[in-house]
C-alpha cells in the first residue's frame, strides 16, 4: 500500500502549499458558474468533512486539525530493506540508489528476474521487458548497459545478459 496519501495531507497542512493549491484550482476552474445552493451544499460537506470551519466572524476558513489527526494516528508502515525500498507500490522502480553498491544490486535482482542468460534480445523487446520494472525504460536500460549488467552488441541492434 502506497504512503501517497501522507505527501498530500501534509501538503495540505502548510499554509502557503494550500493556499497556492488553491489558487491553482481556481485558476483551472475558471467561471464555474456554481449557483448559490450548490456552493452551500459543498460549503456544508467540507465543513462535516472537517476541513473548513466558520469564524466567529461568520467567513469560512481553512481547518487542519482533522488532517494532522489522519497523520499523526495513521499506522506506520515498518521501514523497507533491501531492493523494496527502492520499489514504489506497482513494484517498479521509484528512485534509483546514488550509493553504487545498492545500485549494482538492484540492477542484478532485476536483470535477474527479466532475462534468460543466453537470450538475445531487441531493443524493442527489451524495452518491453523492463516496463514491468521502470517507467522510464530508457534510463533503466541505460544504467543496465552502464553496469556491464547488460550487454549491447557494437551496433546497439542486439542486447543480452552477462552473467
Known amino acids: 500500500m502506497s504512503d501517497d496519501w501522507r505527501r498530500v495531507i501534509a501538503s495540505l497542512l502548510n499554509d502557503d ?3 497556492a493549491y488553491a489558487e491553482v484550482v481556481i485558476a483551472s476552474a475558471g467561471d464555474s ?3 448559490p445552493k450548490r456552493r ?11 476541513l473548513i470551519r466558520r469564524a466567529a466572524s461568520g467567513e469560512f476558513v481553512a481547518e487542519t486539525s482533522g488532517l494532522r489527526a489522519l497523520l499523526e494516528t495513521a499506522p506506520v508502515r515498518p521501514e523497507r530493506t533491501g531492493i523494496e525500498r527502492f520499489l514504489g507500490a506497482d513494484g517498479r522502480v ?5 550509493n553504487q553498491e545498492q545500485r549494482a544490486a538492484l540492477l542484478r535482482w532485476i536483470a535477474a528476474r527479466a532475462f534468460v542468460a543466453g537470450g538475445h534480445l531487441t531493443e524493442v523487446e527489451v524495452n518491453a521487458t523492463l516496463e514491468a520494472y521502470a517507467h522510464d525504460v530508457a534510463t533503466l536500460r541505460r544504467y543496465l548497459v552502464d553496469a556491464g ?9 542486439r542486447y543480452s545478459l552477462r552473467v
Not at 40 to 50: F, I, K, N, Q, Y
Not at 94 to 98: K, L, N, V
Not at 149 to 157: A, I
Open 17 to 19: 502549499t494550500r493556499t
Open 149 to 157: 549488467v547488460l550487454g549491447r552488441d557494437p551496433e546497439g541492434r
Open 33 to 35: 458558474g456554481m449557483v
Open 40 to 50: 452551500d451544499r459543498s460549503l456544508a460537506r467540507l465543513e462535516h468533512a472537517g
Open 94 to 98: 521509484d528512485q534509483y540508489p546514488a
